[in-house]
């Protein structure tokens, strides 16, 4: 089953509100990443967080990793038209017998203007 | 920059056909992974290679196949495809490091009548 979960699976806002995506996994990750994926388009990196506690911004959007490395945020300030798309988080864990990438299911964010 | 590249973007097969995906990536990157998507259900992982000639089963396995006979082309085979399976295929690599990240391919949309 799913071992990343994700939430909301769908939000909209209008243009300038904030938006957060929350991602929990059941088990200690060793890193999470963030990818971002425009309509009709590829998942992208956005970033990685690998230490307890670590926050990191990339302009309007901060990325949180929890202290237990078990959850994590991002948090998207004043949305803006171009932000609309699905928001992937992805675990990294040993899963199996090999490190492996979990992903969420995603958030999709639409913004309206 | 890293290019991921995949046969087709649009891909329409009958009920038993059998199908090839085909996917290059041009970084000598290690590892490979091909990953279905779905609304809800983010992405999932079907297989996976770490090196030439090397496999392993990711989540949802049943019904697929995969080939690395070079570095850098990795191929999923649907033996006989089903309706089930139409769905979007993703194909990503990365480098050998366990945390690094992700380079997505820009799929191809799989749909079987």
């Known amino acids: 089953g799913q071992q990343v979960m994700q939430i909301p699976q769908y939000q909209h806002v209008q243009e300038g509100e904030d938006f957060t995506t929350y991602c929990n996994s059941s088990?200690?990750?060793?890193?999470i990443q963030w990818y971002k994926q425009r309509p009709g388009g590829h998942p992208v990196f956005l970033i990685q967080l690998v230490k307890s506690g670590e926050v990191k911004k990339q302009k309007r959007l901060t990325f949180q990793f929890g202290e237990a490395k078990k959850n994590s945020s991002l948090h998207i300030t004043a949305t803006q038209t171009t932000d609309v798309g699905t928001y992937f988080c992805a675990g990294f864990m040993f899963s199996g017998g090999y490190n492996k990438l979990i992903f969420g299911a995603g958030t999709r964010l639409a913004v309206h203007p | 920059d890293v290019k991921v590249t995949q046969s087709s973007r649009y891909l329409v097969k009958r009920t038993g056909e059998k199908v090839f995906l085909e996917c290059v990536q041009d970084m000598d990157h290690e590892n490979m992974f091909w990953y279905r998507q779905d609304p809800g259900l983010g992405l999932r992982l079907i297989y996976f290679?770490?090196?030439?000639?090397?496999?392993e089963k990711g989540d949802i396995p049943e019904g697929y196949s995969v080939s690395r006979e070079k570095k850098e082309r990795f191929s999923l085979i649907l033996e006989s495809a089903s309706t089930n399976q139409t769905s979007m295929y993703l194909c990503?690599?990365?480098?050998?490091?366990?945390?690094?990240?992700?380079?997505f391919g820009p799929g191809t949309r799989l749909t079987v009548l």
């Open positions: 290679s770490y090196d030439v000639k090397m496999k």
């Open positions: 088990t200690t990750l060793s890193n």
């Open positions: 990503a690599s990365k480098d050998r490091g366990s945390t690094d990240t992700q380079y």
